[in-house]
């Protein structure tokens, strides 16, 4: 061999119940060579009539018969190797690495083979006292029934009385006889009603009847195969003995199990494949108050789905979902949305839910709250996903007030840990461990979340807050005295918030970082000195605050500043410059407010300067002021809509330097000066 093959922990053995129809069968394990694969109709080893495909695949591979076996024949594919040894390394000689896999992967493959075959025998417990594995000899134990002795060693008895087994009378003081058909009533089991549990058959049918029939149903340990859905029903109760009470789906082209009511009970099982492995919606009733305890999920495409389906009235609300584990999803491992018309997947609890990939690929989200209202709420869950999927948590568009408390999130890839998507609100998380490659909070909802120890750099970010009262008990801004002794520039490193600065010496440049390595900083810098030596503020490789070199001119002038990235920007000062306006053309001029002068010519013709009502949100507060610019004789006349002007009158302007401030209270345009 030229490449080593992984081989998988597992049974080399795999059977199925032919249908009559098919005719490839998939075994799920390595083999080395096609003779490696033994294949048997019921009992009977085949040599002929039949192809082997995908030796030396780890994956396994599959045969492919001539003709299909016929309908309710027993297919069994083992892998079946010579227990020997195939290489020998020489004494000092080379050892290839090739070799050496490929003998350890044959010493793997026949200790699997021989487990295998240990697994179909009768045994006593590992933890069992010594006892003699000899039966009694065949003359004697002839029409006996098998027993133990009081030493536990084999030994043989007389057919059961019936009658002696025709009551029952619990231990303890008080207790009544009961007859045991009605004993053995208190406990319905799948098979009672003809579940098999073997993997082979198909106990759906067995399975649905048992659910149908009894409130309560119990699934003893071995591994049920279904081809269609089973339905859980109002108030019934589905439950097994954990790991070892198997459902397993045909294929994954359909949900293993609906609850599409309300108040039924799911737990201790393992459940294999399925296109969904639970779907909870409201189809027959309101789909409310359902528990969901100590699962597992094997391989489905999806491993719980909450759907708030089609009908407002019968709702996905108040279930409790906890200690459960999807383990190798294709797609989603829990997804709450909405196929139709039906209200939101609201309220409802997870525990302890982990969604793990165990290098499988998948395509989406470890949990993909896709639509989702009012509490939806996720306490000590995590995933830990494929580096190829989307996103460890999703919180989808159609969301509000969604609760995440200690969540885990790991993965080899750069996925976000958690990502929240535009019109998501009011998505509260707590605790967030982050381990995945990408952003620990991906945020596209616009800021509209609250995190408490979550995210990266910043571990918390709070929405609008009242504190009722805070106590600080020193609030301090650092800072920083800048006087070089004879001028010259200074490049600020942001270290402190306040720059006290003098050009006392000299001409002082004060040089801010590139806007786009300080984003979100702010900083403030003022003067102290008297002297007539400029003080500047610029900024490395860029205009400036403002898009221009600052000048501080005078003592105690000062201005703060704010980078958003892209720029730095002037917030607050004491000398902060004055915007006009420039207009010449005649006519109607209905000046937006956005200026505090406005120049005017009316040299081509007269020009009107309409201001807005004094009422309207822009001008209610603001003090503008009209100038006539130019020498000639037309009029620049200043009205306001609605009729009138400044003080109730059109006010005419009539000669270059002419001029009028007003500033509206909300009420009316008043004249604050006017020349003449």
Not at 259 to 273: C, F, N, V
Not at 348 to 374: D, I, K, W
Not at 421 to 435: M, P, R, Y
Not at 639 to 662: F, R, W, Y
Request: charged letters at 15%; aromatic letters at 8%.
């Amino acid at each position: 061999m030229t490449t080593s093959l992984l081989i998988p922990r597992g049974t080399p053995r795999v059977q199925y119940l032919a249908d009559g129809m098919q005719r490839v069968f998939t075994y799920p394990f390595p083999i080395f060579a096609d003779e490696d694969l033994q294949v048997f109709l019921g009992a009977a080893l085949q040599s002929t009539g039949y192809a082997v495909g995908g030796a030396g695949a780890s994956a396994g591979g599959t045969v492919t018969f001539a003709a299909a076996p016929a309908d309710g024949t027993l297919v069994l594919l083992r892998r079946r190797l010579p227990i020997e040894r195939r290489s020998d390394f020489g004494e000092s000689g080379p050892l290839p690495a090739s070799a050496l896999n490929g003998e350890l992967d044959r010493l793997t493959a026949m200790l699997q083979q021989v487990a295998g075959d240990q697994e179909l025998m009768l045994r006593y417990g590992d933890s069992d006292l010594p006892a003699s594995p000899l039966l009694p000899e065949r003359a004697l134990r002839q029409g006996k029934l098998l027993a133990f002795d009081s030493a536990g060693n084999p030994t043989i008895r007389p057919p059961v009385d019936e009658e002696a087994l025709a009551t029952y009378v619990p231990p303890g003081a008080g207790a009544t006889a009961r007859p045991v058909r009605d004993k053995l009533a208190d406990l319905v089991s799948v098979k009672d009603f003809g579940a098999v549990g073997d993997g082979l058959v198909d106990d759906t049918l067995a399975l649905q009847a048992a659910l149908t029939s009894a409130h309560a149903v119990f699934v003893p340990p071995g591994t049920y195969r279904i081809a269609n859905t089973l339905t859980l029903g109002h108030g019934r109760t589905l439950y097994g003995a954990g790991q070892a009470s198997v459902i397993r789906g045909a294929s994954n082209g359909f949900d293993l199990i609906h609850l599409p009511d309300g108040y039924a009970t799911l737990s201790g099982l393992r459940l294999e494949q399925g296109k969904a492995g639970v779907r909870l919606f409201g189809r027959d009733g309101p789909c409310v108050q359902n528990s969901l305890t100590d699962l597992t999920f094997w391989e489905p495409e999806v491993g719980l789905v909450f759907d708030g389906y089609i009908d407002p009235n019968f709702p996905c609300y108040w279930n409790n979902i906890a200690r459960v584990l999807v383990a190798r999803p294709s797609r989603h491992g829990v997804w709450l949305t909405r196929t139709g018309a039906g209200d939101t997947p609201n309220a409802n609890r997870f525990h302890a839910v982990r969604v793990y990939s165990l290098s499988a690929p998948m395509t989406g989200c470890g949990f993909f709250v896709e639509q989702g209202r009012f509490n939806n709420a996720f306490f000590d869950c995590e995933a830990n996903l494929w580096p190829q999927a989307e996103a460890c948590f999703r919180v989808g568009s159609v969301t509000d007030k969604t609760l995440i408390v200690n969540f885990y999130a790991e993965s080899l890839g750069a996925l976000p840990n958690l990502q929240l998507d535009a019109g998501s609100v009011e998505t509260a998380i707590i605790n967030l461990f982050s381990a995945a490659a990408g952003p620990a909070i991906l945020d596209r909802s616009g800021g509209q979340y609250t995190a408490v120890n979550a995210g990266y750099p910043e571990k918390n970010r709070l929405q609008r807050s009242r504190v009722t009262e805070l106590v600080v008990e020193a609030l301090r801004y650092d800072t920083e005295y800048v006087e070089p002794a004879t001028g010259g520039l200074v490049a600020l490193d942001l270290s402190s918030s306040v720059y006290l600065a003098s050009a006392y010496g000299g001409a002082v440049e004060l040089r801010l970082p590139k806007a786009e390595n300080a984003n979100g900083h702010a900083v403030t810098i003022k003067r102290t000195d008297a002297s007539t030596n400029p003080l500047t503020v610029t900024e490395i490789g860029g205009p400036g605050p403002d898009g221009r070199a600052l000048s501080l001119g005078n003592r105690y002038d000062f201005v703060t500043l704010v980078s958003n990235g892209a720029g730095w920007w002037v917030v607050a000062g004491n000398s902060q410059p004055g915007n006009a306006h420039y207009h010449d053309t005649p006519g109607l001029f209905e000046p937006d407010l956005n200026q505090q002068l406005y120049l005017v010519s009316a040299w081509s013709g007269a020009v009107e300067v309409r201001l807005p009502a004094p009422s309207a949100p822009h001008a209610v507060g603001r003090t503008v002021t009209v100038k006539k610019s130019d020498t000639g004789g037309n009029r620049v006349t200043v009205t306001q809509t609605g009729g009138g002007g400044p003080d109730n009158e059109a006010i005419a302007l009539t000669a270059q330097g002419h001029a009028v401030t007003a500033m509206s209270n909300g009420a009316g345009w008043h004249i604050l000066g006017r020349n003449p």
